[in-house]
């Protein structure tokens, strides 16, 4: 399994109309394969949407995009070109200790946080956090964490789901209080980042 993430930056005051165009889309572009999530930023980049496409490897996303964009009216992609400033795609390898994405009612708040590491150490990440995500899990749901085997710029995503601000504040003390999080890994992540998001209303996650 694999997993596209899809980050488009939008021109200021889009956001709705780009909404519109992309659900209108969506059911044809779901024929050939699901869509993991789509959220919106509310902190950090602003007017930045991230897609989030599971495939089962590389030859398959070819085959469905090639099926999606073919004929004289393709169901896919939607007509935002005008609408966005620029789009990055990452491929992505799930964490072994990961729930496959799916419908789910976990959010509405969501925390995406990406990290650089050294890319020889991501096996020893995975490890310990295999060996903590369980009781970090007690206190709210992980919506997903990806991994990428090579080195380079945001190496490592993992999603958190919350119920609101005042959640996510009152278990991320409570994790670090606790000692259960975050994973007592021996060396730190060059980089870190955050997002907080919210699903767009046709998000198979909300």
């Given at each position: 399994?694999?997993?596209?993430i899809r980050t488009y930056n939008l021109k ?41 496409w599971p495939y089962q490897d590389l030859a ?21 070109a005008e609408l966005v400033i620029d789009m ?119």
């Amino acid at each position: 399994m694999i997993y596209e993430i899809r980050t488009y930056n939008l021109k200021t005051g889009k956001l709705h109309e780009y909404w519109e165009r992309f659900s209108e889309k969506l059911p044809g572009r779901q024929e050939f394969s699901p869509l993991g999530g789509h959220w919106y930023t509310d902190i950090g980049p602003l007017n930045q949407m991230i897609a989030i496409w599971p495939y089962q490897d590389l030859a398959q996303r070819a085959e469905m995009r090639r099926q999606a964009e073919a004929g004289p009216e393709p169901k896919w992609p939607p007509n935002s070109a005008e609408l966005v400033i620029d789009m990055v795609s990452q491929i992505y390898l799930p964490a072994p200790f990961m729930q496959a994405l799916e419908p789910r009612q976990i959010g509405p708040l969501y925390e995406m946080r990406l990290y650089t590491y050294p890319a020889e150490v991501l096996p020893q990440v995975l490890e310990v956090w295999g060996e903590r995500i369980a009781a970090r899990q007690q206190l709210s749901p992980l919506a997903g964490c990806w991994y990428s085997e090579g080195g380079g710029l945001n190496n490592f995503v993992h999603m958190w789901a919350y119920e609101n601000y005042a959640e996510r504040q009152r278990i991320r003390e409570e994790a670090q209080s606790r000692g259960i999080w975050p994973p007592p890994l021996p060396f730190k992540a060059v980089k870190q980042e955050n997002k907080i998001l919210f699903p767009a209303p046709f998000s198979p996650m909300q």
